[in-house]
């Protein structure tokens, strides 16, 4: 038997549930959580460590359990989820020596660790070799908004691994509409960021907030977004043109991974992050707003939405091509994005010479074409 060791900690939890807080100051409420949560913090890396040392020699199986989680939801008040979710971000910790080293230091938290494990899964090999930038990153951010980082770097890992090319993602494309049992039925699918993100744009502009002081409670974002699916479906279109804009930093752009990650962008603005294929291929078409930077702040090349020209240029263009160019493809020209065949970022023109319209799966499928780094160009 080990002698045990945090007698003295859980004396002092008993203290603390014991302890009358009923006259006490917001402030002093305020210490008193602080402090508990700086305990709760340490002793949550102290796991997560030892987790790491006792998974690596599987001293589960010495209990007969089938594995580490396992052993943790039948041995301890803990889920199968989460004891998942901390067998994996012990594991990172114990695989890799610079994030075991931060984290005992205190120079990042378990929370930072969880969010790298979390993302890291499937992917542990590219963590391994970023690992450097990744805790670098870690140590000057929130845990909330390491997970921005994170994410980003997610995309970047699977694009490295190749774990699903934009095309064989697009294939998995899907809208189920099912009926359910209380006269309401449920729509529930799986479609491209960018369609989403347009779709979101859409419905939000329809169906804006509702007044707080109106006769009626205002509606929440969901009921909202509800209301104006069903207006689109009875044809009704928003009155105001909805577009979206992509920011992707240069490094990304030229298919390297930033030294500094807290200043990697690569995202539909106000939807989320996507990969670097699908900025590009956004990017090229000419009704997508993008903004190009360089470190947090410097912007490099805002592309321009001007409605008046590009909507004449478009005009020139579907009269030009009619359909979509692929040889057999008829989708007509609503349908197409308008494709720089010289990409922009290699200073293709946004002209007619340059452009040709591309039905959304040709436009994936001539982007992965093209996916080698274009050439940097002096910025
Ligand atoms: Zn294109
Ligand atoms: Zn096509």
């Known amino acids: 038997m080990i002698e045990r060791m945090f007698a003295s900690v859980i004396d002092s939890i008993s203290a603390a549930v014991g302890e009358d807080r009923s006259g006490w100051s917001g402030a002093a409420l305020s210490a008193r959580l602080l402090e508990l949560m700086e305990a709760e913090q340490a002793i949550r890396a102290e796991v997560i460590r030892c987790v790491g040392q006792w998974d690596a020699m599987a001293a589960w199986a010495e209990d007969g359990a089938l594995s580490a989680s396992s052993w943790m939801a039948h041995r301890t008040a803990t889920t199968k989820a989460d004891a998942s979710v901390l067998v994996r971000t012990a594991r990172l910790v114990q695989g890799n020596e610079r994030t075991a080293k931060a984290l005992a230091a205190g120079d990042i938290s378990p929370a930072h660790v969880e969010v790298a494990a979390r993302a890291a899964r499937h992917v542990e090999d590219i963590y391994a070799n970023h690992e450097d930038g990744l805790v670098d990153a870690a140590q000057t951010v929130t845990p909330e908004q390491f997970k921005v980082v994170m994410n980003y770097w997610r995309n970047h890992a699977e694009a490295i691994v190749d774990h699903e090319s934009p095309e064989v993602r697009f294939e998995r494309r899907n809208l189920y509409i099912s009926p359910v049992l209380d ?197």
């Open 183 to 379: 006269q309401m039925a449920r729509l529930d699918g799986y479609l491209d960021a960018e369609v989403c993100a347009r779709l979101a744009a859409t419905l939000d502009v329809m169906e804006p907030p509702d007044p707080t002081d109106g006769p009626e409670k205002p509606r929440t974002l969901v009921q909202r977004r509800a209301d104006a699916l069903v207006r689109l479906v009875m044809g009704e279109r928003p009155t105001t043109p909805t577009t979206i804009d992509v920011i992707v930093d240069l490094d990304t752009l030229m298919g390297r991974l930033p030294t500094d990650l807290t200043t990697a962008r690569c995202e539909i603005v106000g939807f989320g992050p996507i990969d670097r294929d699908t900025a590009v291929r956004l990017a090229c078409d000419a009704a997508v707003g993008r903004v190009m930077m360089r470190g947090k702040s410097e912007v490099l090349d805002v592309g321009r939405r001007t409605r008046e020209p590009s909507a004449a240029l478009r005009r020139a263009l579907n009269a030009r091509d009619r359909t979509c160019v692929e040889p057999g493809c008829d989708v007509p020209a609503d349908w197409c994005d308008a494709h720089h065949c010289i990409p922009w970022i290699e200073g293709g023109d946004t002209d007619l010479d340059n452009l040709e319209l591309r039905c959304r799966r040709h436009h994936i499928k001539e982007h992965a074409g093209q996916r080698a780094p274009p050439h940097a160009r002096a910025a």
